[in-house]
Each structure stands twice: as C-alpha cells, then as structure tokens.
C-alpha cells in the first residue's frame, strides 16, 4: 500500500459510514493501508482513560493524515469537543467545507458551487468561559492577528488553486468592532498585498445569510472565523441536501484530517440509516490531497471514479432516505461499490 491513513471510526453514526467508506475506498483501488484508532465515547468503550488518547494522537502525527468520523460532545457539561481539542493540538486552522448541488439531488437550487472557509483555532471556540457571578456568565472571543493573517493568505490560496474568483468575507465588524475589526483588516490587508487578482468583498453576517438563501450562485468562496463558519457551513448544507451530502477538511501546515460536517447524529445511530456520502465525499478529497502532496496521479484517478460511481448511484434513483431513496448505509454502500465494479478499470 502506498499510503498510510488513520481512520477514526468516531461516536454514532461514525461507524457505520466509516465502514461505508473505507470499503468503497478500497473497492476502487485506493492503495491505503488504515490504520484504526479511537477517540471520543468511542475511546472511553475501549477502556481508554481520555477522550483523545495519546495513540490516536501520535497515529496522526506519524502519517500526517487521517479520515474521522463524528465525536459526540455533551451539551452544556461534560468533556469539552474532541473534534476542537484535534483541531487546536494539530493546529488544523483552516476548515474547508465545499457545498455543491448534485445532479441526482433535486433540492431548491440546482447551481449551488461554493465553499466554506472557517477559521478553525479560536474565535468564541477558545473556550474560555467565566462565571463572574451567579446568574452571569462570560464567554471570551479570541482573535489573534497572527491567526487572521494565517487563515485569510489560506483562504486566498485555496480559491486561488482551485480557479476560484471571488472570495466573501463574513463578519460582525459593526457590532464587535475589534476582533472581527481585527479579522476583517487583516482579510483586506492580505488580499490588497498579495491576492488582488481574485474579486474580493465583505459582508455583515447577517444579511450574507440572507443573500445565500435567496441567490447561492452568487457565492464563489465564503472567508469566515469559526462560529460563523460552523453555523453558515450547515446553512449552506440545506442548500444542498443536508448534512447527508456535506464534506469536509481541516488543514494544518503538517497534517490533515478529513471528517463530514455532521455530527454523530444519535437519533439514528445504529439503525442502518446514516448517510455515508457526506464522509465518503470527505474521502474523495483525502485522496486528492494525497494526490497533490505526495504526487500520486492514482489517488486523482480513484477519487474520480468514486465520484462517478456515487454520482451515477443518486441519478439511476439509488438514494439513503434523508434524500428521498429507500436504502440504509450498507445498501448505498453496495450500490456504490456495484458501480465501480461495472466501472471500466483504468488502464
Ligand atoms: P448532527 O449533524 O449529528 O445531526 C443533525 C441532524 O442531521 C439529525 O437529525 C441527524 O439525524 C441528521 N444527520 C446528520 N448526519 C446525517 C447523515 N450522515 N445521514 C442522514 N442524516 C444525518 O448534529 P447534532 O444533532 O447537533 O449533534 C449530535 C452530536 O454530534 C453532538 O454531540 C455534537 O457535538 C456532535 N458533532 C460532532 C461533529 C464532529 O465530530 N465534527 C460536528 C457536529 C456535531
């Protein structure tokens, strides 16, 4: 095998699309050795005595890749979000969450192409919170200038290297004047220095919101810090199909880590009835991330084909039911993999 991946099944449904996937990766010919860890409730079953052990930590470390499933994170208590915790410690800062209309899926919009970049570090996710007495509560929003910068000359980049021409800066600058002040100047000074070949412009979060529900042909990339790219990726996610159909990346300078933008969805965990498309297509872009970092052509022309088959599977009608078709997670899986198999091999 050529590469090596740590596949990080996760809590609730993660499983069951995590097994969706890496048989359909394996089905069409991605030369992936996996390697299995924990992390989550799932971690804790397996007698772990942390959410996020130290092997699942070194695993990525090590290979510098990894395909996860949900984590759950209680509400309101309990262990802080596993997902945040991997995303700060592997200093994953940029989120990429690409949200487009497929052929097979008749939703509102048929011309939705756009993609979500999310400042993944801080923001309200820093996690500090104080009581400052009974009854009053603080939630700090952090904002750094160094993290600004990093994630704007990343946002530019990545539309820059996938033909895109236009990026959206969402922002609550009139309100919260200096952090997103301070995000906003950084995303105009970056892009006035080095990235004026690509249309640029900025947008009160609220009203954007607006826009992309009435017209989301209009959005090209959308830049934004962490809550508002968690809350507009999910938005975006309606325009489409739902989270069923929603991949997703965290990008490092060193790693990366693949993982839907779902959750663990516990009201249907267990019962065959996930979506696994939304991981799967997270997949899809792990094999042309390591196309494009490590040079292997294989990976471009096996994501290529799990595309088509997918693609193919939504079109003949072969559906999970959160998209209107009758099959549960292994079924699609099934239909996925027939395809390829039907599929001529590349020569
Ligand atoms: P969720 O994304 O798990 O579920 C929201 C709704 O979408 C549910 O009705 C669910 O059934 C449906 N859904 C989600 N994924 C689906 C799929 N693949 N196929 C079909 N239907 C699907 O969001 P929720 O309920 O807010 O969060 C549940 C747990 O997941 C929480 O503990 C949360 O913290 C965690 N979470 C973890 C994430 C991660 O690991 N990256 C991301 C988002 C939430």
Redesign the pocket.
Known sequence: MKHTVVLIP?DG?GPE?ADATRRILTTAGAEIAWIERYAGVAALDRGADTVLPEDTMHAILEHGVALKG????PIGGGFS?I?VALRKKLNLYGAVRPVRSLEGVRTRYDDVDLIVVRENTEGLYAGIENVITEGVITSLKVATEEACRRISRFGFEYARSRGRRRVTVFHKANIMKLSDGLFLRCAHEEHERNYSDLEYEEQIIDAGCMRIVQDPSRFDVILCENLYGDVISDLCAGLVGG??VTPGANFGDEHAVF?AV???????AGQDL??PL?LLMSGVMMLRHLAETRSDEACTVVADRIRDAYNACLLRGER?R?LGGELGTRGFADAVCRELDRMPVPA
Do not use: K, R, W, Y
């Open positions: 996760g449904i699309v949900p984590c759950t994170t979000s997902n989270l069923g993982e779902h959750g663990s969805a516990p009201d249907i996930a979506n939304a999970t959160d």
